[in-house]
């Protein structure tokens, strides 16, 4: 760090500050997109063109890595299997998790704080030690190898998430919005859903796709609870092991881009606040 | 047409008690201020009367019809919050039209109701624009649109200019007042802006410790105080006191002065407004301690007896610190009051 003490000084340190902030966004975009961009041009690019050096940079639009992954057998049903089981686990946590939320924000009850440190606290054991005596519970109760016994394992991953987002959703609306709706010819019912939810709809989503996201990427739990309907990453860590490059690339590409489809898709929720960005 | 009763209510909050057993009618159309500090129990009260909390004990009745077992949206009210409530995620048009959307009236008439009110408050240029796009004094004027559009027998307001600037509160005082008298409405109103009170009420009612203490006309309760408490809350500065004992016949003597007052032996207070001395040959002798000019007048604050005392006199004064002045009160603004109950002894 430079000392700067005179004023006259203070325009170089405010674009030196400028260049650090342009630097610094730079970076962060690349660090993002940059890996994304090399995992997009070497799927579509011939297996050939993988291996090779030095890489280009504009993608060939070759479909044959893309088109025998398809083709793969099991592919697709694991890929139906990962967007059951997401889905599930988004409905679920957020069916269980919201009613939570709105609870913490809006009542007293004892042992409240020590409610919210328990949520915090399942995040608290690794994945690999519960993962024992989940599977022989599992094959006990007739849940293993089903979507629904994955599910409720994801759920519990993101139900913390779920229940501190909707926590703070619930706490940015001024209770008396619904008591102003109360005045104006609401039930309680009706002042929830024309007034509040219309209003966390946005975080609602934001953490509904934050769900999605877990159970999408989860591979451990996945890879443990189910044989025969694996899904996407449990099946892609069995298969692609020993698989050429160009195929490790096709799986890593399908892998993401259903998640960034669907935060494409809801980035309107996820970054508007009322009144500022509604477009 | 809504006559308000409230038939001995009363608040408690576990050990706390908010209110002790009110009784207050309001007549129709009247505009009713509910005056007091924070914490006096007034918010409380007018919760109850919308239906936002429930009494403990007694009863609210709202043109005849007991309403106190009633949801809000049953009473035939409309509220206006201390932070307005504007729902942000819609337009100011369906902020306006929200309650009436609720009573499934038809579109047009919806339209044609949110225009006259949005006219009436002057926001008819901002019917498209989101909460967010609006400035505090523009949501304030959202928020009573959206309740004069309901129509209400009765229209509720919780400290509603609190959060604006001093001189978009004067305007909007004169302003809503105006509206108001048109609308035919039954209102209260809760401050604890003295000038508020003064200026808008029919009548006030002064809250104290969930008391009401008093409930009269504004100028009722600054000439003839019910209370101590209501003598030295109303008026800027506040009213004058001194101890005052008995001489026999109804004669009193105040820091070696003889006034009239009741027949009666046991001590009193007297109490005279700043505005109603004037410098006079014989009177109270007072040392003056601060002079401020006012530019209308001049405030001078002085000391008689060691009790701080205050007057308001001509700007053409010349007085400075330390002089001594003699002050004569207005025969008849002299108060009294017994130190016992703190109630006037008149």
Redesign the interface.
């Known amino acids: 760090m430079t000392d700067v003490t005179a004023d006259a000084v203070a325009p170089d340190a405010r674009r030196a500050g400028r260049i650090v902030y342009g630097a610094t966004v730079v970076f962060l975009c690349a660090w993002v997109l940059v890996p994304l961009y090399f995992l997009l041009i070497n799927t579509l690019s011939s297996p050939q063109a993988v291996n090779a050096f030095p890489k280009s940079f504009i993608p060939a639009f070759d479909l044959g890595s893309l088109t025998f992954f398809a083709n793969f057998s099991g592919m697709l049903n694991a890929l139906k299997n990962s967007v059951i089981v997401a889905a599930m686990t988004m409905v679920m946590s957020i069916v269980i998790g919201a009613p939570a939320g709105y609870a913490l924000s809006r009542f007293d009850f004892r042992g409240k704080e020590l409610f919210r440190l328990l949520i915090l606290l399942t995040r608290a054991f690794p994945l690999p030690l519960l993962a024992l005596p989940l599977a022989v519970l599992f094959i006990r109760t007739g849940l293993d190898d089903t979507a629904f016994g994955l599910a409720l394992v994801h759920t519990t991953l993101a139900i913390p998430f779920a229940v501190l987002i909707t926590y703070s959703l619930f706490s940015g609306i001024p209770i008396e919005l619904e008591e102003a709706a109360w005045t104006l010819g609401c039930t309680r019912l009706t002042a929830f859903t024309k007034v509040v939810l219309p209003l966390i709809l946005p975080g609602i989503t934001a953490s509904a796709i934050f769900a999605f996201v877990i159970s999408w990427n989860e591979v451990f739990a996945a890879a443990v609870l189910t044989i025969e309907n694996r899904t996407l990453t449990a099946f892609l860590l069995q298969t692609l092991g020993e698989a050429p490059l160009h195929l490790k690339f096709a799986g890593g590409f399908i892998l993401v881009v259903p998640a960034l489809i669907f935060i494409f898709a809801v980035r309107k929720y996820l970054f508007a606040m009322w009144g500022i960005a509604n477009r | 047409m809504a006559v308000i009763e409230i038939k001995n209510v009363a608040k408690t909050f576990g050990a706390y008690t908010a209110l002790h057993d009110i009784n207050l009618t309001i007549a129709d159309q009247e505009f009713m201020v509910l005056l007091g500090a924070s914490g006096c129990g007034k918010t409380t009260l007018l919760r109850i009367i919308?239906?936002?909390e429930t009494a403990s004990t007694g009863e609210v009745w709202i043109g005849g019809r007991r309403v106190d077992h009633l949801?809000?949206?049953d009473r035939g009210?409309?509220?206006v919050?201390?932070?307005y409530?504007v729902?942000?995620?819609l337009t100011v048009f369906e902020n306006i039209g929200?309650?009436l959307r609720?009573?499934k009236l038809p579109n047009d008439e919806v339209r044609r109701r949110v225009e006259r009110t949005a006219g009436l408050m002057q926001i008819d240029q901002l019917l498209k624009r989101?909460?967010?796009?609006l400035s505090g004094g523009q949501r304030q004027r959202v928020a009573v649109a959206?309740a004069l559009a309901?129509e209400p027998d009765v229209i509720?307001m919780d400290e509603p200019l609190s959060n604006l600037d001093a001189l978009l509160r004067m305007e909007m005082r004169a302003e809503l007042k105006g509206v108001l008298a048109e609308s035919n409405t039954t209102a209260i109103y809760v401050t604890h802006d003295q000038v508020e009170a003064m200026s808008m009420a029919d009548r006030i009612s002064v809250m104290h410790k969930g008391e009401i203490v008093q409930a009269a006309t504004p100028l009722e309760v600054y000439r003839n105080p019910a209370a101590e408490f209501v003598a030295g809350f109303i008026g800027n500065p506040p009213m004058n006191f001194l101890p005052a004992t008995s001489q026999g016949g109804g004669k009193w003597a105040v820091a070696g002065e003889l006034f009239d007052g009741p027949d009666r032996s046991a001590p009193l207070k007297f109490a005279i407004r700043p505005e109603d001395l004037r410098p006079a040959e014989q009177g109270l002798t007072a040392t003056a301690k601060v002079i401020e000019p006012l530019g209308a007048h001049l405030l001078v604050t002085c000391e008689i007896d060691g009790e701080i005392f205050r007057a308001i006199l001509d700007s053409d004064m010349t007085v400075r610190p330390g002089d001594r002045i003699t002050l004569a009160p207005q025969p008849d603004r002299i108060r009294w009051f017994d130190p016992e109950t703190t109630l006037s002894a008149v």
Do not use: D, T
Request: proline share 7%; glycine share 12%; charged share 10%.
């Open positions: 919308a239906g936002l949801a809000p949206k009210i409309a509220m919050f201390q932070n409530a729902f942000p995620h929200f309650g609720m009573q989101y909460s967010g796009e959206r309901m509720l």
